[in-house]
Nanobody
Framework: QVELVESGGGVVQVGSSLTLSCAAS????????IGWFRQAPGKEREFVGA????????LNADFMRRRFTVSREISKNLVHLRMNNLQPEEPAVYYCAANRAVWSTVRQESHYLYWGRGAQVAVSS
């Protein structure tokens, strides 16, 4: 069993940046891919980005264009989601999740075994 806890959510102004962090109860470097997903009100949960077991990263193309980044802080066993230029349509709950499947499945929600409870992000104008 892996427990994941997101932190860093809150209310920010339009155009601001925000970094979410995901803390795991076990070491995830070399053992788990950590993915970020988000779910806006009334919408399905969508893939944002992920960092693999040995540091490779991928982002949903929409978020890549918006200069989101995903990274590991190995010494602290954290995974960060840096979000830039947040827009009014961004409010959502952001979840981190852990996956032990092959990298090719990284965008598939069904392959993630463990999920955090989510961090709320709101954008004010």
């Amino acid at each position: 069993q892996v427990e994941l806890v997101e932190s860093g959510g809150g209310v920010v102004q339009v155009g601001s940046s925000l970094t979410l962090s995901c803390a795991a109860s076990v070491r995830t470097y070399t053992t788990y891919t950590i993915g970020w997903f988000r779910q806006a009100p009334g919408k399905e949960r969508e893939f944002v980005g992920a960092v693999g077991r040995t540091g490779q990263t991928t982002l949903n193309a929409d978020f890549m264009r918006r200069r989101f980044t995903v990274s590991r802080e190995i010494s602290k066993n954290l995974v960060h989601l840096r979000m830039n230029n947040l827009q009014p349509e961004e409010p959502a709950v952001y979840y981190c999740a852990a996956n032990r499947a092959v990298w090719s499945t990284v965008r598939q929600e069904s392959h993630y075994l463990y999920w955090g409870r989510g961090a709320q992000v709101a954008v004010s104008s």
